[in-house]
């Protein structure tokens, strides 16, 4: 509506200069933009041109009432809204029954509502309206009174609210807290520490979304906080122990390049030499390297690569040339081996031929058209020479069959004797030889099978029936063994207390003779020959012991006689030592008496003692000559003993 000049001013004096509802003072200029004119209950027409329902606001507090009235289409802001605008017709009491009214209406609202939050706000303004009512005591205690039953219930919704919101706030920081602590707990864990940081981002940026208290939101902070901080002290731990691991592994791997390109200079396998680079660069995989570490390093990789595809290149000149002069020689060796199999009879010969030339073919270098070339050739040769072995294979069955039917006939007759025949080893031997003369002939698998078979069994029937002889052969050769080892052992007896050694001997030389021809088990006769060894070396010992006795007390015996010769030879000489020394005395004596005149009686008698003396000598020289003989013969007895 378009208000007047007149009733600006007349407005300008009813409020005095100031904002009807915050009483801020207007400037004296009435085009002062911070003037608003504001209509209360305009949807009233008949009340358009009163001034009564026009009240000056400043600017603040016109934006204030239009939001007012934008967030409750219904509102209708009355008088008492405006303690400064000083209506002429809107009394103290109109301003009370207004006011209440619209208490009750609020009353109404809140009771029918959950949201107190801001019905807090509306008490204020309405309690900021009341005090600048300036209500007497009775007025302002009933309109009090409605304002407490309000907030009466609005504290009680507000009481209900903050104890759901506690159960809200705990159960979101209990379940908030547990999947922080699952986040913490794998980022303690895991070496991803890109993914443990986004996790523990996930879970911040959650809880900022989430209503918390604030002690529980500043613990989980803390939490969260202290595991970034963890999260980063390990990894600069790890990114340092990264980088020490990247220069170790940087030097080993240089090593390995090194040596590798060493050996690809100095190898004449191509092959090899590739392989040995391609197990050097697959080195890289899954290895710790700075980026220019390992550019650097496959940037040698690969210029060795290159260095190795030029020499291959001149490797492939000379492969080429190679294969030229392996196709001209093998083509050769082809067509003299199929030349061959084509006049032989000998297919096996002619065979190895042609795969002796194939095997040449597969061990030499060859372009693959020539290599197939030539192997079709050898194929079809042996395709040729399968034909010409079927043929040969006919006459092969017919001999086959003659064979056979000769085979069945000497095998039907070595086993009706083996079946008839009672000297096992015989039909045994019947049987080998019939089995022998099959290996020799030209029989099919099943012809040869079949007479095997049917020796097989007979060989099983042998066997059966020399099984039963053998139980009877068992117990006959028992007890002739208990029979001879009761006389071996009966002999060995009488070597220790008889000295009949010949008849012992003779008793052993028979139980010897009787061992060789009475049926026993092979370990029964060597049993046996060992005891009879063993008496026989019991015997010899014990006659060489009695023999040896003997000869001891024959040896004892001369030894004394050679003794007692010996010193009778002694006594002999000293006995002649002694009458030679009593000649010489005599002839000295002589001597003398020679030259003395009439000594003839005892010159003869000196004469007498010498010859008697010289006799003796002679006698006892006789003596030693006899005990010498004697001691010679004995001597000459004891060396032959």
């Not at 600006?8 to 400037?27: A, N, P, T």
């Not at 009355?78 to 000083?86: A, E, I, R």
């Not at 103290?92 to 801001?118: G, H, M, P, Q, Y």
Request: hydrophobic share 30%.
């Amino acid at each position: 509506m378009e208000i007047t000049e007149q009733n600006k001013q007349k407005l300008w004096e009813r409020q005095k200069g100031m904002c009807g509802l915050c009483g801020k003072k207007f400037d004296e200029n009435k085009d002062n933009l911070d003037l608003n004119y504001y209509i209360s209950n305009s949807n009233e027409d008949s009340m358009v041109n009163s001034i009564n329902h026009i009240t000056l606001v400043c600017t603040f507090c016109n934006q204030y009432l239009q939001n007012h009235q934008k967030n409750d289409d219904n509102l209708h802001i009355k008088k008492y809204y405006f303690p400064y605008s000083n209506f002429g017709d809107y009394s103290i009491e109109d301003s009370i029954r207004d006011l209440t009214e619209d208490i009750k209406l609020f009353e109404k609202a809140v009771k029918s509502s959950n949201e107190w939050r801001n019905a807090f706000n509306t008490v204020k303004e309405f309690n900021k309206i009341i005090y600048g009512l300036n209500l007497s005591r009775e007025h302002h205690s009933e309109v009090y009174n409605l304002i407490n039953s309000i907030q009466d219930i609005l504290y009680k919704r507000q009481q209900e609210e903050h104890q759901k919101l506690e159960s809200i706030l705990i159960d979101n920081y209990n379940s908030l807290k547990q999947k922080i602590d699952y986040a913490i707990h794998n980022s303690e864990l895991t070496n991803d520490f890109k993914e443990a940081r986004e996790h523990l981002l996930v879970f911040q940026n959650e809880f900022k979304e989430v209503t918390l208290s604030k002690e529980h939101r500043e613990e989980l902070v803390s939490l969260l906080n202290k595991a970034f901080e963890d999260l980063n002290t390990r990894f600069a731990r790890q990114k340092e122990s990264y980088e020490m691991e990247c220069s170790e592994n940087y030097l080993i791997l240089k090593k390995k390049i090194d040596d590798a390109i060493e050996i690809v200079k100095n190898s004449n396998d191509i092959r090899k030499a590739r392989l040995v680079l391609i197990n050097v660069q697959n080195e890289f995989k899954g290895l710790k390297l700075k980026k220019e570490q390992r550019e650097e390093q496959y940037s040698r990789i690969q210029n060795a690569f290159e260095e190795l595809n030029k020499q291959q290149q001149l490797e492939q000149q000379e492969y080429e040339k190679e294969c030229a002069e392996n196709y001209a020689k093998l083509t050769e060796l082809v067509a003299s081996s199929i030349e061959f199999s084509e006049i032989t009879i000998i297919f096996k010969e002619a065979r190895e031929k042609l795969i002796e030339a194939q095997n040449a073919i597969k061990n030499s270098k060859l372009k693959k058209d020539h290599r197939e070339e030539l192997f079709q050739k050898i194929r079809t040769a042996f395709d040729t020479l399968s034909e010409r072995q079927n043929i040969e294979r006919d006459s092969y069955d017919k001999e086959c069959n003659d064979n056979y039917n000769m085979l069945k006939a000497n095998i039907e007759g070595a086993i009706i004797f083996a079946q008839n025949s009672t000297n096992f080893k015989q039909a045994r031997e019947t049987l080998i030889s019939a089995q022998n003369a099959i290996k020799g002939m030209r029989l099919k698998k099943e012809q040869r099978e079949e007479l095997y078979s049917n020796i097989r069994e007979t060989f099983n029937e042998l066997n059966r029936r020399q099984s039963e002889e053998r139980e009877i052969f068992e117990k006959e050769t028992s007890e002739n063994f208990d029979k001879l080892n009761k006389r071996a052992e009966q002999i060995s007896m009488e070597i220790e207390i008889s000295n009949d050694f010949r008849q012992i001997r003779e008793n052993l030389i028979a139980i010897q003779n009787e061992l060789r021809i009475v049926k026993l088990k092979k370990e029964q006769r060597d049993e046996l020959f060992n005891k009879i060894r063993s008496a026989f070396e019991n015997f010899d010992k014990k006659r060489n012991e009695y023999k040896e006795n003997i000869k001891k007390e024959k040896v004892e015996k001369l030894s004394n006689l050679l003794v007692n010769l010996e010193d009778k030879l002694v006594r002999i000489e000293d006995s002649i030592s002694w009458d030679v020394k009593s000649l010489e005395f005599q002839k000295e004596k002589l001597a003398q008496i020679n030259l003395m005149p009439e000594s003839e009686s005892q010159k003869a008698e000196v004469l007498k003692i010498i010859q008697s003396i010289e006799e003796r000598i002679k006698d006892k020289q006789t003596s030693i000559n006899e005990v010498k003989a004697r001691i010679l013969s004995i001597q000459a007895e004891l060396n032959n003993l």
